[in-house]
Every structure is written in C-alpha cells, then in structure tokens.
C-alpha cells in the first residue's frame, strides 16, 4: 500500500513538474533574456526537483519550491562566471503579439519599448517584477524563493514599477487634459 502511494505521488509530482516548465522558462528567460541559458537553468531546476523530490513535504508548495530552486540555479550559473560576467549588468525582455498588421507593428514596437524598460531594471527589482507581475506569487512566496526580507521585495517592486512608469510614460496616449493643451497653444 505504501509502495502504491508513492508511486501515484510520483506521477503526480512528474505531471505537475512537466506542467510547471513553461512558467519556469518564461521566468528564466524573463531573468537571463538568453533561450538558451533559459532552457539550460530550467532543465537543471528539474533535474533538481526531480533529485530531491523526497524533501518535498506539501505538494501545495510545489511552485514555490521550484522556483526556489530555479533562482539558486540561477545564482549558481553567475557564481561560475564571476570572474566574466557582472550579475549587476545582465539584462532581460518579453515577448508578445496580435492578429493585424497594424496591430502587429504597434504591439512589437510596445514590447520592445518594455522590454527595453524592464532590461533597463537591475536584476533585483527585474526579478520581484517578473515573480509578482509575471508569475502571481505573493511577496511572501517571493521573499522565500529569493530568499530576502519581504520588505526587500516591497522596496524593489516599488522602484521596479515607478522605473517602468518613467520609463514608459511616453507610450501612454494623451490625457484629454493634454490634448487640450496642445488645442490651445495652436
């Protein structure tokens, strides 16, 4: 009997990790703006998983634990460049598109200026964003995969979205206000 429930929490655990990949992959890629980085640090965080599986006791933290995971995976990825590469000038984008040609252009030149905008963030603020915006977890979940202060998310999301409100200001569409402006200067 015992031997029977492992096994169906295994498949379950198997279904849920395999389920788990596409969010796994948009974070690392949302982190490292590399594909191939992205594929290679999520293959690692489910090797990981799938490694220390038994120490897993409450499968309602199976999100949470894996992206733990994924960001010491990440963390490990600079620690071997450390002498190359400076973990503070690693940039990111997103991606995402539309059905006509004109909304087509309009939406790539939007996701370039976000991407742009967010590439613009350090990767602290970079990833609080992608984790709460991105992938819906609370600061708590946050604070524990990133393993900082719940306060330090709160700061660097809060940095992280004015930084890209500045930075995006220039996307918005005109104010009724400010049309009127330009209305009355000509």
Known sequence: MKILSLFSRSKAFNNQLEASRTRLYRVAYAWSHDPM???????ETLAKALKNAGKLRDMAQLNAWLFSIMTNCWRDHFRQLRETDNIE????FQCSHETTPEHISSQTQTVTRVRA????LPLGQRQVLTLVDLEEFSYVEVAAILDIPIGTVMSRLCRARKSLKAHLQELAPLQPEQANKIRRIK
């Open 37 to 43: 980085l992205a594929d290679d640090i999520v293959q």
């Open 117 to 120: 905008a967010v590439e613009k």
């Open 89 to 92: 000038d690693i940039e990111d």
